[in-house]
């Protein structure tokens, strides 16, 4: 008795501790409401980590890790078709280099702020740790939007913004990549423009073409590898994906390799969407449209029933998550799946989640799943194959080598294998079986705070 007593104490002091470091980053950041929710969902995990290991809280660890090392913003401005002056916002945030230089994507939305760059590269710290990978945490993008604009626009708009972007990155410091809005001729221009600005270092941005030295499977690997994430979950309840129905929100990258990797594994997808709306396929989505219509073509997702008349498509997003289905994949935004679509989800027996996006799901969806039974896979465990796989294109780089698809994919595979097996491992160890969150962000800090610790305050 007198045990659990002790450390039921111990629990409610590292609570009241870890409130009190959440408050102060709600006084320091106001109105960063996508920042607030990612810390808050990591550090509730961690508070048996400070009740049980009081060094921790002795080196300050929580109150470093939640502040930047460095925010960086600057102005980017371009000439469009008309000769007319725009102007854009451009960010880099370098959260954290504990355990290597800064690596994180970069966002090109009209939605990006500081807010959503710090959640971002926040959560990037613990993502990039469970990966194995000596990368740190970093993020970063623009307001600016690629759709509707021509090639030479975006030529334009990625010159000035690695002309400024280039004084703070490089393959030992910070290597940035592509996210949402940055894909391959995003990546191509700037790469371009740092090599007339400093040279060809090849490792200075990763997601680069083929050609350029790029790498083999990093186009499929966070699809790829959330769905050999998923793989496992499903394993470990002696489940697999065969037979299985999936809705995949989202029709970019992520979502369109999720989608061939799950039907590689024998699963029926059933819907995707883009931000207008999703199409619902009863027969199975076609992939080769999809990949034609939002690769090659860059048209919008509305157009694949004009190709499959027995598909249906419905304007706005939100509905997706009313198809019946046993798996969901959120593979398109933050919060795209709030406290009712969860709900509807559980109603229509979903078993599985696992996040392709950064924080599809609030923190109100996220206690829907674990209340009523559905194995929840979180973004920073489950979508991590993106971020490793850039790690093994800077290693090629590095050594000037080039390995074939299968030797990444096999690599791939293992570090999804690994992610999973040390965030059950850690949720079991501080007593919550099962719950991946924890789990995740249990194993993730834990790297990132003996090292912080190791290099003394800095």
Same mark, same amino acid.
């Given at each position: 008795m007198a045990l659990t007593q002790q450390r039921e104490a111990g629990l409610e002091a590292a609570r009241k501790y870890v409130d009190q470091v959440y408050e102060t980053v709600q006084q320091r950041n106001p109105g960063e409401s996508e920042f607030h929710q990612a810390v808050k969902e990591i550090l509730d995990s961690l508070v048996p980590v400070f009740a049980k290991h009081s060094k921790y809280q002795e080196h300050g660890i929580l109150e470093r890790i939640v502040e930047p090392e460095r925010m960086i913003t600057f102005r980017v401005p371009w000439v469009d078709d008309q000769g007319k002056v725009q102007v854009n916002r451009g960010f880099r945030v370098q959260f954290n280099s504990a355990i290597g230089p800064y690596k994180g994507g970069l966002r090109f939305h009209p939605?990006? *702020?500081?807010? =959503? $760059?710090? +959640? #971002?590269? +926040?959560?990037? =710290?613990?993502?990039?740790?469970?990966?194995?990978?000596?990368?740190?945490? /970093?993020?970063?993008?623009? @307001? +600016?939007?690629?759709?509707?604009?021509?090639?030479?626009?975006?030529?334009?708009?990625?010159?000035?913004?690695?002309?400024?972007?280039?004084?703070? $990155? /490089?393959?030992?410091?910070?290597?940035p990549a592509g996210d949402i809005g940055v894909g391959a001729r995003e990546i191509g221009y700037m790469f371009g423009q740092y090599k007339r600005l400093y040279g060809n270092e090849t490792g200075v941005l990763t997601g680069k073409g083929l050609n350029y030295g790029g790498s083999l499977t990093r186009t499929e690997a966070t699809g790829y590898g959330l769905v050999y994430f998923t793989n496992e979950m499903l394993a470990s309840r002696g489940d697999s994906f065969v037979g299985k129905?999936?809705?995949?929100? /989202?029709?970019?990258? %992520?979502?369109?390799?999720?989608?061939?990797?799950?039907?590689?594994?024998?699963?029926?997808?059933?819907?995707?969407?883009?931000?207008?709306?999703? %199409?619902?396929?009863?027969?199975? =989505?076609?992939?080769?449209?999809?990949?034609?219509?939002?690769?090659?073509?860059?048209?919008?997702?509305?157009?694949? %029933?004009?190709?499959?008349?027995?598909?249906?498509? !419905?304007?706005?997003c939100q509905n997706i998550w009313s198809i019946p289905c046993d798996i969901a994949l959120?593979?398109?935004?933050?919060?795209?799946? *709030?406290?009712?679509?969860?709900? #509807? #989800?559980?109603?229509?027996?979903?078993?599985? %989640?696992?996040?392709?996006?950064?924080?599809?799901?609030?923190?109100?969806? =996220?206690?829907?799943?674990?209340?009523?039974?559905?194995?929840?896979?979180?973004?920073?465990?489950?979508?991590?194959?993106?971020?490793? !796989?850039?790690?093994?294109?800077?290693?090629?780089?590095?050594?000037?080598?080039?390995?074939?698809?299968?030797?990444? @994919?096999?690599?791939?595979?293992?570090?999804?294998? *690994?992610?999973?097996?040390?965030?059950?491992?850690?949720?079991?160890?501080?007593?919550?079986? @099962?719950?991946?969150?924890?789990?995740?962000?249990?194993?993730?800090? #834990?790297?990132?705070?003996?090292?912080?610790?190791?290099?003394?305050?800095?």
């Amino acid at each position: 008795m007198a045990l659990t007593q002790q450390r039921e104490a111990g629990l409610e002091a590292a609570r009241k501790y870890v409130d009190q470091v959440y408050e102060t980053v709600q006084q320091r950041n106001p109105g960063e409401s996508e920042f607030h929710q990612a810390v808050k969902e990591i550090l509730d995990s961690l508070v048996p980590v400070f009740a049980k290991h009081s060094k921790y809280q002795e080196h300050g660890i929580l109150e470093r890790i939640v502040e930047p090392e460095r925010m960086i913003t600057f102005r980017v401005p371009w000439v469009d078709d008309q000769g007319k002056v725009q102007v854009n916002r451009g960010f880099r945030v370098q959260f954290n280099s504990a355990i290597g230089p800064y690596k994180g994507g970069l966002r090109f939305h009209p939605s990006v *702020n500081a807010s =959503i $760059i710090k +959640f #971002l590269g +926040f959560e990037q =710290i613990f993502k990039n740790s469970l990966t194995g990978q000596p990368i740190g945490g /970093g993020k970063g993008g623009s @307001d +600016f939007d690629p759709k509707g604009k021509s090639d030479l626009e975006v030529m334009r708009f990625t010159q000035s913004f690695m002309t400024e972007l280039s004084k703070y $990155i /490089g393959p030992d410091t910070d290597v940035p990549a592509g996210d949402i809005g940055v894909g391959a001729r995003e990546i191509g221009y700037m790469f371009g423009q740092y090599k007339r600005l400093y040279g060809n270092e090849t490792g200075v941005l990763t997601g680069k073409g083929l050609n350029y030295g790029g790498s083999l499977t990093r186009t499929e690997a966070t699809g790829y590898g959330l769905v050999y994430f998923t793989n496992e979950m499903l394993a470990s309840r002696g489940d697999s994906f065969v037979g299985k129905t999936v809705v995949v929100s /989202g029709s970019g990258n %992520v979502s369109i390799y999720a989608i061939e990797k799950a039907q590689q594994l024998g699963a029926k997808v059933v819907a995707c969407s883009d931000s207008n709306g999703y %199409v619902y396929d009863k027969n199975g =989505i076609n992939l080769a449209t999809v990949k034609r219509l939002k690769e090659v073509e860059r048209k919008r997702i509305k157009e694949y %029933v004009n190709e499959h008349p027995t598909a249906e498509y !419905v304007e706005g997003c939100q509905n997706i998550w009313s198809i019946p289905c046993d798996i969901a994949l959120p593979c398109a935004t933050q919060n795209e799946i *709030n406290e009712a679509s969860a709900k #509807l #989800l559980v109603a229509n027996g979903v078993k599985y %989640v696992a996040e392709g996006a950064n924080m599809p799901s609030t923190l109100e969806a =996220i206690e829907v799943y674990l209340n009523n039974g559905v194995y929840f896979g979180p973004a920073k465990a489950a979508n991590a194959g993106g971020v490793a !796989v850039s790690a093994l294109e800077m290693a090629q780089n590095s050594a000037r080598l080039a390995w074939s698809f299968e030797e990444v @994919d096999a690599k791939l595979k293992d570090i999804m294998r *690994n992610i999973y097996r040390s965030s059950v491992n850690a949720a079991r160890e501080y007593g919550y079986d @099962d719950n991946l969150v924890v789990g995740s962000n249990i194993a993730g800090f #834990l790297k990132v705070a003996d090292a912080m610790i190791a290099h003394g305050v800095v």
